[in-house]
């Protein structure tokens, strides 16, 4: 009699033992994997925007660094349409980046040549040289102006000249401008053999002579021995440019403008120019001349 109840313990028993199981092999959620996060690239510059005022028709050059904080490869330096004609950097690529290492982009700021007061703006993109470009961000703002200073000197001329320039001296007779740095060896009193780099004087002509008269006359006729000489006209009025540019070795003034007026004759001279610059220079001279007013 004891059997049925034998065989019913016993399912019970196979039962439990079948939860329990179920129970242990109910799988449970395993945690949720993140997904790794990578970090971008980020470069480093030396200035945080690149400004600059530009006189017109000249150019300058300045130079600015920077790093990358991760290693790169195929790197591309380009500009913004906006800055087209404007500003222009070497080089334009690098095989490489090593991270936190400077690396050095030579910038050229190029002004229109005219005498308008303009702004141009945009960036400066550090990407790589793939496809789809990517971007590294910040890039270099890019801030650069046309400017200059226009001033009625005691000659009674209208003088429009690069804004960080000065002038240097000025009386009835002479006007001298000065860039920075020469006015900077100007200052230095043991310093007696340097002089502005442009000079405009008032040579009285008190017998009316020709032009040419006068220019032969002048000095004993010193600019006779120049390279070559141009008919002009400055303010309206009949000029002769006289240059020694590209001689082995040269005269000084390197460049000299005759203006002829009615009592008196106008020299404007460009007086021996710092060799690195004198490009420059000479298209501060050039753009000086173009814009005088008497």
């Known amino acids: 009699m004891r059997k049925p109840f034998v065989i019913l313990a016993g399912l019970a028993a196979v039962v439990v033992v079948g939860l329990l199981l179920v129970q242990r092999a109910k799988p449970h959620p395993l945690p949720a994997l993140s997904s790794p996060q990578t970090e971008q690239p980020t470069i480093i510059w030396s200035v945080p925007t690149l400004t600059g005022a530009m006189f017109p028709g000249t150019s300058s050059t300045t130079v600015v660094t920077f790093r990358s904080n991760q290693n790169l490869a195929g790197v591309v330096v380009e500009a913004t349409p906006s ?22 982009l030579t910038f050229t700021l190029k002004a229109p040549p005219e005498f308008k007061k303009r702004e141009f703006g945009g960036t400066i993109h550090i990407r790589n040289n793939g496809k789809p470009p990517k971007t590294y961000a910040p890039p270099l703002t890019v801030n650069v102006r046309t400017d200059w200073n226009t001033q009625r000197t005691a000659l009674g001329l209208v003088v429009s000249y ?133």
């Open 83 to 104: 800055l087209d004609g404007i500003v222009s950097v070497s080089p334009m690529s690098f095989a490489s980046l090593a991270a936190n290492q400077s690396y050095q």
């Open 162 to 294: 690069p804004p960080a320039w000065t002038i240097y001296s000025s009386s009835e007779s002479r006007v001298s401008l000065a860039s920075p740095a020469r006015a900077a060896v100007l200052s230095d009193p043991t310093d007696v053999d340097t002089s502005p780099e442009i000079s405009i004087s008032v040579l009285p002509n008190p017998t009316h002579l020709q032009l040419a008269e006068f220019i032969s006359a002048y000095h004993a006729g010193w600019f006779s021995h120049y390279r070559s000489s141009a008919p002009i006209t400055v303010a309206g009025k009949p000029a002769v440019l006289f240059s020694d540019i590209g001689t082995l070795v040269g005269l000084s003034p390197v460049e000299a403008a005759f203006v002829t007026t009615d009592s008196s004759v106008i020299l404007i001279t460009l007086n021996d120019p710092e060799t690195e610059n004198s490009s420059t220079q000479l298209n501060i001279f050039n753009q000086i001349l173009s814009t005088l007013t008497f």
